[in-house]
Protein backbone atom coordinates (compact mmCIF):
# COMPACT_ATOMS: atom_id res chain seq x y z
CA UNK A 1 0.00 0.00 0.00
CA UNK A 2 2.79 2.66 1.02
CA UNK A 3 4.87 2.19 -2.33
CA UNK A 4 1.33 2.85 -4.35
CA UNK A 5 0.96 6.19 -2.49
CA UNK A 6 4.70 6.64 -2.93
CA UNK A 7 3.71 6.30 -7.06
CA UNK A 8 1.06 8.58 -6.48
CA UNK A 9 2.84 10.87 -4.72
CA UNK A 10 5.64 11.43 -7.37
CA UNK A 11 2.96 11.74 -10.17
CA UNK A 12 1.49 14.17 -8.38
CA UNK A 13 4.81 16.20 -7.80
CA UNK A 14 5.38 15.40 -11.50
CA UNK A 15 2.52 17.17 -12.61
CA UNK A 16 3.55 19.95 -10.36
CA UNK A 17 7.31 20.16 -11.77
CA UNK A 18 5.36 20.40 -15.39
CA UNK A 19 3.03 23.25 -14.04
CA UNK A 20 5.79 25.21 -13.19
CA UNK A 21 7.68 25.11 -16.31
CA UNK A 22 4.92 25.84 -18.18
CA UNK A 23 4.96 29.04 -16.17
CA UNK A 24 8.56 29.90 -16.13
CA UNK A 25 9.88 28.70 -19.73
CA UNK A 26 7.08 28.34 -21.59
CA UNK A 27 8.09 31.60 -23.88
CA UNK A 28 12.01 30.66 -23.98
CA UNK A 29 11.32 27.14 -25.09
CA UNK A 30 9.15 28.49 -27.98
CA UNK A 31 12.47 31.03 -28.53
CA UNK A 32 14.09 27.87 -29.25
CA UNK A 33 11.61 26.00 -31.37
CA UNK A 34 11.78 28.76 -33.87
CA UNK A 35 15.47 29.27 -33.30
CA UNK A 36 15.49 25.51 -34.37
CA UNK A 37 13.47 26.55 -37.50
CA UNK A 38 14.99 28.76 -38.82
CA UNK A 39 18.76 27.54 -38.45
CA UNK A 40 17.68 24.28 -39.92
CA UNK A 41 16.02 26.05 -42.84
CA UNK A 42 19.00 27.37 -43.82
CA UNK A 43 20.96 24.69 -43.43
CA UNK A 44 22.34 24.38 -40.47
CA UNK A 45 23.59 22.00 -37.72
CA UNK A 46 22.03 21.65 -34.02
CA UNK A 47 24.84 19.80 -31.92
CA UNK A 48 24.21 18.49 -28.60
CA UNK A 49 26.10 17.37 -25.60
CA UNK A 50 25.90 16.18 -22.17
CA UNK A 51 27.13 13.75 -19.80
CA UNK A 52 25.70 10.53 -18.50
CA UNK A 53 21.76 10.14 -18.68
CA UNK A 54 22.14 13.66 -20.18
CA UNK A 55 24.31 12.45 -23.31
CA UNK A 56 21.50 9.62 -23.66
CA UNK A 57 19.00 12.26 -23.89
CA UNK A 58 20.98 13.88 -26.19
CA UNK A 59 21.59 11.41 -28.28
CA UNK A 60 18.14 10.44 -28.45
CA UNK A 61 17.12 13.75 -29.70
CA UNK A 62 19.93 14.51 -32.40
CA UNK A 63 18.21 10.66 -33.64
CA UNK A 64 14.56 12.25 -33.48
CA UNK A 65 15.84 15.45 -35.51
CA UNK A 66 18.31 13.43 -37.62
CA UNK A 67 15.58 10.29 -37.97
CA UNK A 68 12.22 11.54 -37.43
CA UNK A 69 10.06 12.15 -35.04
CA UNK A 70 6.01 12.33 -36.15
CA UNK A 71 6.46 12.84 -39.25
CA UNK A 72 7.85 11.06 -42.74
CA UNK A 73 10.18 14.44 -43.91
CA UNK A 74 13.79 14.59 -44.97
CA UNK A 75 16.58 14.35 -42.33
CA UNK A 76 17.36 17.36 -40.36
CA UNK A 77 21.02 17.78 -39.50
CA UNK A 78 21.27 17.30 -35.45
CA UNK A 79 24.61 15.50 -34.08
CA UNK A 80 25.05 14.61 -30.90
CA UNK A 81 29.01 15.27 -30.13
CA UNK A 82 31.35 12.64 -28.69
CA UNK A 83 29.16 9.51 -29.57
CA UNK A 84 31.88 8.17 -31.69
CA UNK A 85 34.21 5.91 -29.05
CA UNK A 86 36.93 6.15 -30.81
CA UNK A 87 37.23 9.93 -30.98
CA UNK A 88 35.85 10.07 -27.44
CA UNK A 89 38.58 7.92 -25.56
CA UNK A 90 41.17 9.70 -27.44
CA UNK A 91 40.46 12.61 -27.23
CA UNK A 92 40.36 11.91 -22.99
CA UNK A 93 43.33 10.46 -22.60
CA UNK A 94 45.64 11.84 -24.95
CA UNK A 95 44.67 14.88 -24.59
CA UNK A 96 41.71 16.46 -21.65
CA UNK A 97 38.76 15.04 -20.78
CA UNK A 98 36.95 18.32 -20.30
CA UNK A 99 37.80 18.74 -24.32
CA UNK A 100 35.94 16.12 -25.65
CA UNK A 101 32.89 18.25 -27.05
CA UNK A 102 34.68 21.01 -27.49
CA UNK A 103 37.34 19.74 -29.43
CA UNK A 104 34.81 17.88 -31.89
CA UNK A 105 32.28 21.20 -32.04
CA UNK A 106 35.37 23.56 -33.12
CA UNK A 107 36.26 21.29 -35.78
CA UNK A 108 32.08 20.67 -37.24
CA UNK A 109 30.21 23.64 -36.52
CA UNK A 110 29.87 26.65 -38.52
CA UNK A 111 28.67 30.66 -37.51
CA UNK A 112 24.92 30.29 -37.07
CA UNK A 113 24.70 26.74 -35.91
CA UNK A 114 22.98 25.87 -32.62
CA UNK A 115 24.71 23.89 -29.60
CA UNK A 116 22.39 22.64 -26.98
CA UNK A 117 23.89 21.45 -23.95
CA UNK A 118 22.43 19.46 -21.40
CA UNK A 119 23.59 19.36 -17.92
CA UNK A 120 21.48 19.24 -14.73
CA UNK A 121 24.17 20.96 -12.27
CA UNK A 122 25.07 23.81 -15.47
CA UNK A 123 28.83 23.42 -14.09
CA UNK A 124 29.94 20.13 -15.90
CA UNK A 125 33.41 21.25 -16.89
CA UNK A 126 33.43 19.96 -20.42
CA UNK A 127 29.80 20.98 -21.30
CA UNK A 128 31.00 24.98 -20.48
CA UNK A 129 34.06 24.56 -22.70
CA UNK A 130 31.79 23.76 -25.54
CA UNK A 131 29.50 26.59 -24.95
CA UNK A 132 32.89 28.71 -24.90
CA UNK A 133 33.64 27.39 -28.25
CA UNK A 134 30.23 27.49 -29.53
CA UNK A 135 30.64 31.63 -28.02
CA UNK A 136 33.74 31.94 -29.73
CA UNK A 137 32.32 31.11 -33.43
CA UNK A 138 29.11 32.99 -32.70
CA UNK A 139 26.83 29.90 -32.39
CA UNK A 140 23.62 29.95 -30.70
CA UNK A 141 23.95 28.34 -27.71
CA UNK A 142 21.21 26.70 -25.50
CA UNK A 143 21.46 25.50 -22.29
CA UNK A 144 18.83 23.23 -20.16
CA UNK A 145 19.76 22.70 -16.77
CA UNK A 146 18.29 21.99 -13.46
CA UNK A 147 17.28 24.99 -10.93
CA UNK A 148 20.81 26.04 -9.98
CA UNK A 149 23.08 29.46 -10.83
CA UNK A 150 25.21 27.76 -13.30
CA UNK A 151 27.97 28.76 -15.44
CA UNK A 152 26.76 27.19 -18.14
CA UNK A 153 23.21 29.09 -17.65
CA UNK A 154 25.57 32.32 -17.79
CA UNK A 155 27.21 31.48 -20.95
CA UNK A 156 24.22 30.39 -23.16
CA UNK A 157 21.69 32.56 -25.11
CA UNK A 158 18.68 30.98 -23.53
CA UNK A 159 18.92 29.01 -20.49
CA UNK A 160 15.63 26.74 -19.53
CA UNK A 161 15.82 25.76 -15.81
CA UNK A 162 13.90 22.65 -15.59
CA UNK A 163 12.74 24.35 -12.14
CA UNK A 164 14.02 21.38 -9.49
CA UNK A 165 17.28 19.85 -7.72
CA UNK A 166 16.60 16.25 -8.24
CA UNK A 167 18.85 14.95 -11.14
CA UNK A 168 15.96 12.24 -12.12
CA UNK A 169 13.42 14.90 -12.32
CA UNK A 170 15.72 17.17 -14.09
CA UNK A 171 16.58 14.36 -16.94
CA UNK A 172 12.76 12.94 -17.29
CA UNK A 173 11.55 16.65 -17.81
CA UNK A 174 14.12 17.36 -20.23
CA UNK A 175 13.18 14.57 -22.43
CA UNK A 176 9.14 15.90 -22.43
CA UNK A 177 11.02 19.67 -23.46
CA UNK A 178 12.74 18.25 -26.06
CA UNK A 179 10.45 15.99 -27.44
CA UNK A 180 8.31 18.97 -27.95
CA UNK A 181 10.72 21.05 -29.85
CA UNK A 182 10.78 18.21 -32.38
CA UNK A 183 7.37 18.12 -32.28
CA UNK A 184 7.28 21.42 -32.66
CA UNK A 185 10.32 21.71 -35.05
CA UNK A 186 8.28 18.95 -37.33
CA UNK A 187 4.89 20.88 -37.60
CA UNK A 188 6.66 24.19 -38.51
CA UNK A 189 9.13 22.91 -40.86
CA UNK A 190 7.03 19.89 -42.83
CA UNK A 191 3.22 20.41 -41.84
CA UNK A 192 2.22 21.32 -45.71
CA UNK A 193 4.54 18.46 -46.73
Known amino acids: ?????????????????LNRLQEGYESQILEVIHTLVKVLQKGGTVFFCGN????SDAAHIAAELSGRFYINRPPLKA?????????????????????????????????????????TSGNSLNVINAMQ?????????????????????????VNIKIPSTDTPRIQETYMFVLHYICEKVEELMFKNS
Open 52 to 55: GGSM
Open 1 to 17: MNQRIDFKEKIEQKIDL
Open 133 to 157: VANAKDLIGVSITGDFISELGKLSD
Open 79 to 119: ICLATNTSYLTAVANDLNYEDIFARELQALSNKGDVLVALS
